[in-house]
């Protein structure tokens, strides 16, 4: 079973640039989830999706940060315009379905803003 | 909101010794809890995770944790370690229903010295 795709693995950008991170989760999970690792820190959920219904963007910063997920398949992320503070891991990860069940994450994009 | 505290930053082993990596966690009901391991470079793995029922749960590469609510603990532990597993060790917790995504620790850096 082929696990969570993410590309690219390694971006670097200057500050003020856009920057889009693309996700494709396991086939047949319904949920979605973005996290940011900042170096030396645990993952940090950015957003939750459900199918291509939004479930908690509460710790996404929204005035730079956007995410869909069309079709309830793939997922981008798109951060604009880009901060030092941006540089991450920006991990993603998918389950069968809101609950109870296992994650499976990604190997992650590694962002460095210059 | 839950939160997950992972006292010890980096902890050094001698490979073939016992191992027990900490992690405390708050949150007002009954928690679902995991251990995940990272690699350099890599994503994510589940270790083990607890949802209810027996306390102590096993996963996989030889390590088990147990739940102690009276303590608000999940411990990992692992009877003898090999240099394979030095890594980062994540505890997460996360609620049940629909916006389930996973709070994690800081994290423990896990040294093996030969």
């Known amino acids: 079973e082929a696990g969570v795709a993410q590309s690219p693995r390694y971006k670097i950008i200057e500050k003020r640039q856009s920057v889009a991170f693309w996700c494709n989760p396991i086939?047949?999970?319904?949920?979605l989830y973005w996290y940011q690792q900042i170096l030396g820190q645990g993952p940090k959920l950015l957003i939750q999706f459900q199918n291509n219904g939004v479930v908690d963007d509460s710790q996404l910063p929204k005035d730079r940060f956007s995410a869909e997920r069309l079709k309830g398949v793939d997922s981008t992320l798109k951060i604009q315009p880009a901060k030092l503070e941006d540089s991450a891991v920006y991990l993603c990860?998918?389950?069968?379905?809101?609950?109870?069940?296992?994650?499976?994450f990604g190997q992650g994009t590694r962002l460095t803003v210059v | 909101a839950q939160s997950v505290t992972q006292p010890d930053i980096h902890i050094t082993v001698s490979e073939g010794a016992s191992l027990e990596l900490r992690c405390n966690y708050s949150?007002?009901?009954?928690?679902?809890l995991f251990w995940y391991v990272q690699s350099p470079g890599q994503g994510l793995q589940l270790l083990l995770k607890y949802f209810s029922g027996d306390t102590l749960v096993q996963g996989i590469k030889g390590f088990e944790a147990e739940f102690k609510r009276s303590q608000s603990s999940f411990n990992l532990r692992k009877p003898s370690v090999h240099w394979s597993d030095a890594a980062e060790y994540f505890c997460?917790?996360?609620?049940?229903?629909?916006?389930?995504?996973?709070?994690f620790g800081k994290g423990t850096h896990l040294i093996i010295q030969p």
């Open positions: 086939s047949g999970h319904a949920t």
């Open positions: 990860a998918s389950s069968l379905g809101a609950g109870f069940t296992e994650a499976f």
């Open positions: 949150y007002g009901a009954t928690p679902y």
């Open positions: 997460a917790v996360k609620a049940g229903g629909g916006a389930d995504g996973l709070t």
